[in-house]
């Protein structure tokens, strides 16, 4: 007989593999609200949120290309953002992985907080680990909420990268998809982020606004059940390893929601929304999680494992 452990795993596993159903149901329409503020592009805003590098490499590129262009560029994580430069920009583009089928609350409490945006043109990205990941979805709740601000929509993007989801990294449990992908980001990837830098200029240059629609997918539908709820009841033991621990703060860093004290190595498993972040960025191999009494291993660790080294584009070499 099942224990309702097992059958806990059992169903996240089973849910994972669900692929995408497409359909029809309109869930929101994303639209301008107000005219757009100015056809003309002096100052970019790029911002991201990311915790194993590979939106912030979207990121980058992407700030790199408006600067090859005369344009000055604001970039870095939003969570350093001086909100005051808020009225010196012309377009924000926002970027952030997709998070449990969608982007993470922070994110869009990130967003509630911005001042209204009179009409300044905003485009979205999100990085995501494999094809089933409601990209479309989550990257629209990005444009849901700048347009809420009074943000213009000119763009949206999703660029695919190797996953960084821990629980594929597990022996037992390996996602096929995790070893197709070992090369994303690649060169073609960084060719279609510059496009889609070129692209949003163009649009914001001709005053083109975009409309966007969610549409009920079974992984939309899935988000109202809470996924990250269901992965912390499979996920077990989520510690710093004090014997391990340097103290260098890149769990601390990476945390969204400051749930790591390395005063007493603790992580408060409560408020902890199991992203991954400080099991990925420890170099340290301190931070513990199991899953069947199984110790997971982080994303750093699984690169090394795996001999994975991904190649850099010019503009992330200077």
């Known amino acids: 007989m099942e224990t309702r452990r097992t059958f806990i795993k059992k169903s996240v596993l089973t849910a994972a593999a669900l692929p995408v159903l497409s359909s029809c149901v309109n869930i929101s329409t994303i639209k301008a609200k107000v005219p757009m503020k100015s056809k003309k592009i002096r100052k970019v805003a790029v911002l991201w949120y990311s915790q194993t590098g590979n939106t912030q490499k979207c990121g980058k590129v992407l700030a790199k290309t408006f600067e090859k262009e005369g344009i000055a560029v604001i970039y870095g994580d939003l969570r350093d953002f001086n909100q005051a430069e808020i009225n010196d920009v012309d377009l924000m583009v926002i970027g952030a992985p997709v998070f449990y089928y969608d982007i993470p609350d922070f994110v869009k409490d990130f967003i509630q ?15 995501f680990g494999g094809p089933e990941g409601n990209q479309h979805n989550a990257a629209c709740s990005i444009l849901e909420g700048l347009v809420q601000k009074n943000g213009v929509p000119v763009g949206l993007n999703a660029f695919m990268t190797i996953s960084s989801y821990s629980l594929s990294f597990k022996t037992k449990y390996k996602d096929i998809k995790t070893k197709d992908n070992t090369i994303l980001p690649d060169m073609n990837t960084y060719n279609n982020v510059r496009q889609y830098a070129g692209f949003i200029k163009s649009e914001v240059e001709k005053g083109n606004t975009s409309v966007f629609k969610k549409t009920l997918t079974l992984r939309e539908f899935s988000t109202y059940f809470r996924p990250q709820w269901w992965a912390k009841m499979v996920v077990d033991n989520h510690t710093i390893i004090e014997k391990k621990c340097v103290e260098c703060g890149a769990c601390v860093e990476k945390c969204p ?31 513990n999680m199991e899953y069947d009494k199984e110790k997971i291993i982080g994303f750093n660790e699984f690169l090394e494992e795996n001999n994975l080294k991904f190649e850099l584009p010019v503009e992330l070499k200077t």
């Open 113 to 127: 907080s911005l001042p209204d945006l009179k009409g300044i043109p905003v485009a979205a990205y999100v990085s």
């Open 257 to 287: 929601t400051d749930s790591i004290d390395l005063n007493t190595f603790s992580v408060n498993t409560d408020t902890c929304v199991l992203c991954f972040g400080c099991i990925n960025n420890c170099d340290y191999q301190a931070v």
